[in-house]
């Protein structure tokens, strides 16, 4: 059935990670194109303030978007928080995702990106939502050649604790998907999110010290930073600096929509986009 027959509840969408940089902007889309959002995000990298300036963005409410403060880890919270709801599916973003750390401290890694999605599959089964669109990674692709394709390998010369926990994660929703073929399952493995909506009212304001290049470009722009370091001088590229794919966030928050839309064309099965 498409999303917008059968029960209300059909139209509303669980989000983990929901007031996260790409959560926020794709909670955005899901409420302008008509779905109910329910956010569970345990604010360990963003903040609850994201959530008023999408309630601001769309015009919606707390009737449209709810915000339900949970960490994955904590089974019963993530229970109480699916129990008597209708899910027409979930967007998994809820992740640990700075790739310098989890070199640092692999344990709180894996612990938390591996046991944190178990978890939740096990409430969602509970409860009878069948549909998750996972956010995984393009460091899902190692030492894979360039040009990357559909086709390229991936799981092979992983560099990090991180980009591990997104491809350990791959295999378990393959596995899963393959002994529970009435489960609708799409991994979206991301490049590098970049920008923010054109409101200005959200966009990438990490919390520690930020994971990629777009945020210490504006943080020197404003005057938060003195500089700009350039890391490396060694790559395999023109000049020897290091060189990533970029994506808006806007774009990527678009791919969740079509993701969800094609669940509803499949009913079923796996898929896997690439946005990028």
């Known amino acids: 059935a498409m999303a917008s027959e059968g029960k209300e509840g059909d139209k509303r969408v669980l989000v983990t990670g929901g007031t996260g940089f790409i959560g926020s902007h794709t909670v955005c889309q899901l409420l302008e194109a008509g779905y109910k959002v329910t956010i569970l995000d345990n604010l360990c990298n963003s903040r609850a303030e994201s959530l008023n300036r999408v309630k601001r963005i769309t015009g919606k409410g707390d009737d449209d978007v709810e915000f339900i403060k949970v960490d994955l880890l904590d089974t019963a919270a993530l229970d109480a928080a699916l129990a008597g709801k209708t899910f027409a599916c979930c967007i998994h973003f809820a992740a640990l995702k700075a790739v310098g750390e989890s070199v640092e401290n692999p344990l709180k890694y894996y612990i938390n990106n591996l046991s944190g999605t178990f978890n939740l599959l096990q409430a969602m089964q509970k409860n009878g939502v069948n ?122 928050a678009a791919g969740h929509l079509k993701a969800l839309e094609w669940l509803d064309g499949a009913g079923s099965g796996r898929g896997g986009f690439y946005p990028g």
């Open 131 to 252: 549909r998750i669109v996972f956010s995984s990674s393009a460091t899902v692709y190692g030492s894979a050649a360039s040009p990357l394709t559909e086709d390229s390998q991936v799981g092979v010369g992983i560099t990090n604790p991180y980009g591990q926990t997104k491809y350990m994660m791959e295999c378990v929703l393959r596995d899963f998907q393959k002994a529970n073929p009435d489960w609708g399952v799409v991994l979206l493995r991301y490049f590098n999110p970049v920008g923010a909506h054109e409101s200005g009212l959200i966009g990438e304001d990490p919390q520690g010290r930020p994971n990629n290049l777009m945020p210490y470009v504006q943080q020197v722009a404003v005057g938060r930073r003195e500089f700009l370091t350039v890391h490396g001088d060694d790559y395999d590229t023109v000049d020897g600096t290091g060189v990533r794919d970029y994506i808006h966030v806007v774009d990527l």
